[in-house]
């Protein structure tokens, strides 16, 4: 037994010194030059490592550093740079036959710069090109990559920034970047996992396959995957621009697929607090969006299939087309929802910076809807109609702002002004919203018609003819002018949506009847009328 053990204390020991003698008598760094030039052929872009050094036991070659360039048209900056680089090798080939075999590769504290031009190319579609020159679109087709094999490839605790050619808008920043591929190859599919902190606290996850590389554009290379978003800030996320004023949280369940030319994704978005214009408020209620949508990654537009906008029990539809190229993306949507219930909707008016009357909600009934949107997204266009029906506007007395007709026909709206019916044809863009045809019915008064404008600040200018309740068809025959007249009373609409100011006109509306009536247009003789609107009689 004693003799086993000194042998065995003798083996021990050798092998220490192997160890330790081991990095002294093969100096790695002779292989920098062979490991530079396997890295820049295979990516098709200059590659730089430090210093290297063998680590006996843990079978591999360490780097002090990590640089890979960019595609010079993009930018001279590093597309990648590391602080350290681990290379795992089969060591009995390194030992005896100075021969490199490579079994993975892991790359710690990683930082990505991903860059998009006008036309939408990205500075890593042509990784794996060995011209290294971003391909127009219309050439981005497949060719032999180079044959590369690797077991295992991570990246850990790196940083990745999203940023456009044209400085239009800050950089993306995503932290806590987790990357792992298992039997990478050019030419074959291999599984990807990857995970990423997102700007304001939340967090991405990645899990599929990816390949065979497409060695001439690397952006179409197939792809299957699930996609999983939590807490996604939408106001920092690279999906939205910032100007136009959207902001929200938003969860995402789904699945990407791509054959290299034809990219469909689909899946469930929930968005809570959301804003959809810069002057609006944060929702009350969640938002949720069930998708599919089918994109050309060589034309770079694509369109809405499936669009299945809920807002509570309220549900609508959307369809469309979107295309990408240039600093914008341009629409062309078409919104639809019947009998949709407005006690679900009033809580989203906010984010569509719609704005009640001050102490006042819309309750019950239903609202109908259709518009087309089109054009850029910072300049959009919205065409359409609304229709609402049974709902009440709860904490605004109509019949006191136009207390003057009210005081006529004894009738009064009460705190709440029901409405049967509500309908207008509608034009929203940046300059502000534009009603026509509108068609309001107020049982306890009557109906008002007309047109005018919002502002973008909220100001209304609207000219409206009221016929409350048989009042105006009945002063011509107080006038003494039986049947004739056209029966109704001008009202001008101004202040703000928030506080409206109702101005009706009365003694216009006797005075443009008796010019009708009159030889050459004269102005109202009956002047002892004007006490009857406010106006004090002659004495």
Same mark, same amino acid.
């Given at each position: 037994?004693?003799?086993?053990?000194?042998?065995?204390?003798?083996?021990?020991?050798?092998?220490?010194?192997?160890?330790?003698?081991?990095?002294?008598?093969?100096?790695?760094?002779?292989?920098?030059?062979?490991?530079?030039?396997?890295?820049?052929?295979?990516?098709?872009?200059?590659?730089?490592?430090?210093?290297?050094?063998?680590?006996?036991?843990?079978?591999?070659?360490?780097?002090?550093?990590?640089?890979?360039?960019?595609?010079?048209?993009?930018?001279?900056?590093?597309?990648?740079?590391?602080?350290?680089?681990?290379?795992?090798?089969?060591?009995?080939?390194?030992?005896?036959?100075?021969?490199?075999?490579?079994?993975?590769?892991?790359?710690?504290?990683?930082?990505?710069?991903?860059?998009?031009?006008?036309?939408?190319?990205?500075?890593?579609?042509?990784?794996?090109?060995?011209?290294?020159?971003?391909?127009?679109?219309?050439?981005?087709?497949?060719?032999?990559?180079?044959?590369?094999?690797?077991?295992?490839?991570?990246?850990?605790?790196?940083?990745?920034?999203?940023?456009?050619?044209?400085?239009?808008?800050?950089?993306?920043?995503?932290?806590?970047?987790?990357?792992?591929?298992?039997?990478?190859?050019?030419?074959?599919?291999?599984?990807?996992?990857?995970?990423?902190?997102?700007?304001?606290?939340?967090?991405?996850?990645?899990?599929?396959?990816?390949?065979?590389?497409?060695?001439?554009?690397?952006?179409?290379?197939?792809?299957?995957?699930?996609?999983?978003?939590?807490?996604?800030?939408?106001?920092?996320?690279?999906?939205?621009?910032?100007?136009?004023?959207?902001?929200?949280?938003?969860?995402?369940?789904?699945?990407?697929?791509?054959?290299?030319?034809?990219?469909?994704?689909?899946?469930?978005?929930?968005?809570?607090?959301?804003?959809?214009?810069?002057?609006?408020?944060?929702?009350?209620?969640?938002?949720?969006?069930?998708?599919?949508?089918?994109?050309?990654?060589?034309?770079?537009?694509?369109?809405?299939?499936?669009?299945?906008?809920?807002?509570?029990?309220?549900?609508?539809?959307?369809?469309?087309?979107?295309?990408?190229?240039?600093?914008?993306?341009?629409?062309?949507?078409?919104?639809?929802?019947?009998?949709?219930?407005?006690?679900?909707?009033?809580?989203?008016?906010?984010?569509?910076?719609?704005?009640?009357?001050?102490?006042?909600?819309?309750?019950?009934?239903?609202?109908?809807?259709?518009?087309?949107?089109?054009?850029?997204?910072?300049?959009?266009?919205?065409?359409?109609?609304?229709? #609402?029906? &049974?709902?009440? @506007?709860? %904490?605004?007395?109509? =019949?006191? $702002?136009?207390?003057?007709?009210?005081? *006529?026909? +004894?009738?009064?709206?009460?705190?709440?002004?029901?409405?049967?019916?509500?309908?207008?044809?509608?034009?929203?863009?940046?300059?502000?919203?534009?009603?026509?045809?509108?068609?309001?019915?107020?049982?306890?008064?009557?109906?008002?018609?007309?047109?005018?404008?919002?502002?973008?600040?909220?100001?209304?200018?609207?000219?409206?003819?009221?016929?409350?309740?048989?009042?105006?068809?009945?002063?011509?025959?107080?006038?003494?002018?039986?049947?004739?007249?056209?029966?109704?009373?001008?009202?001008?609409?101004?202040?703000?949506?928030?506080?409206?100011?109702?101005?009706?006109?009365?003694?216009? #509306?006797? &005075?443009?009847? @008796?010019? %009708?009536?009159?030889? =050459?247009? $004269?102005?109202?003789?009956?002047?002892? *009328?004007? +006490?009857?609107?406010?106006?004090?009689?002659?004495?």
């Amino acid at each position: 037994m004693k003799t086993v053990l000194k042998v065995a204390g003798i083996v021990v020991a050798l092998l220490i010194v192997v160890a330790i003698a081991l990095p002294f008598l093969v100096n790695v760094n002779n292989f920098r030059p062979q490991i530079e030039s396997n890295l820049s052929s295979a990516l098709g872009r200059p590659v730089k490592v430090g210093n290297l050094r063998l680590g006996i036991f843990s079978g591999s070659v360490g780097a002090d550093q990590l640089s890979i360039a960019d595609d010079p048209k993009f930018s001279s900056a590093p597309f990648i740079q590391a602080t350290s680089l681990q290379v795992g090798v089969e060591l009995m080939p390194l030992i005896f036959s100075k021969q490199l075999n490579v079994t993975n590769i892991l790359i710690d504290h990683p930082e990505i710069n991903l860059l998009r031009d006008r036309d939408g190319v990205w500075n890593f579609s042509s990784l794996g090109n060995q011209s290294a020159q971003p391909p127009k679109a219309a050439e981005r087709t497949s060719s032999a990559p180079t044959n590369v094999n690797v077991a295992k490839l991570d990246l850990t605790d790196g940083t990745v920034t999203v940023g456009s050619t044209t400085g239009k808008r800050k950089p993306i920043v995503y932290d806590k970047v987790d990357v792992a591929v298992r039997n990478f190859s050019f030419t074959s599919a291999f599984p990807v996992i990857a995970s990423a902190g997102l700007p304001g606290g939340g967090s991405l996850k990645i899990d599929g396959t990816a390949g065979p590389i497409n060695s001439i554009d690397t952006s179409l290379t197939p792809v299957q995957a699930k996609l999983n978003l939590k807490k996604l800030d939408l106001s920092q996320s690279a999906l939205v621009d910032p100007e136009l004023g959207i902001t929200g949280s938003a969860d995402f369940d789904g699945t990407l697929t791509s054959d290299g030319h034809i990219a469909k994704a689909s899946g469930t978005l929930k968005a809570t607090s959301l804003k959809l214009v810069p002057k609006g408020s944060p929702a009350a209620v969640p938002v949720q969006l069930v998708f599919a949508v089918e994109h050309d990654l060589q034309k770079e537009s694509g369109k809405l299939t499936q669009g299945d906008v809920a807002i509570g029990k309220a549900l609508a539809r959307l369809a469309g087309t979107y295309d990408m190229h240039g600093e914008t993306t341009s629409i062309h949507t078409k919104l639809n929802g019947q009998a949709l219930p407005v006690d679900d909707l009033e809580a989203m008016l906010p984010a569509l910076g719609v704005i009640l009357p001050t102490g006042s909600r819309l309750k019950g009934g239903t609202l109908s809807v259709e518009l087309d949107s089109a054009g850029p997204l910072d300049k959009v266009v919205s065409t359409g109609w609304v229709k #609402m029906s &049974n709902t009440a @506007l709860t %904490g605004f007395n109509l =019949g006191s $702002k136009l207390s003057a007709i009210s005081a *006529l026909t +004894g009738k009064q709206t009460g705190n709440d002004t029901s409405i049967q019916n509500l309908s207008s044809d509608v034009r929203y863009a940046s300059d502000g919203t534009r009603l026509d045809k509108i068609n309001l019915v107020i049982p306890a008064l009557g109906t008002v018609a007309g047109a005018g404008t919002i502002s973008p600040s909220n100001a209304l200018d609207f000219k409206m003819v009221a016929n409350l309740g048989g009042v105006g068809a009945g002063l011509p025959k107080v006038a003494g002018l039986g049947s004739k007249g056209t029966g109704g009373i001008p009202v001008t609409i101004t202040g703000t949506t928030s506080n409206p100011t109702f101005m009706p006109d009365m003694k216009g #509306m006797v &005075n443009s009847q @008796l010019k %009708g009536l009159l030889p =050459g247009g $004269k102005t109202n003789p009956l002047g002892g *009328l004007g +006490g009857l609107f406010g106006k004090k009689k002659p004495n």
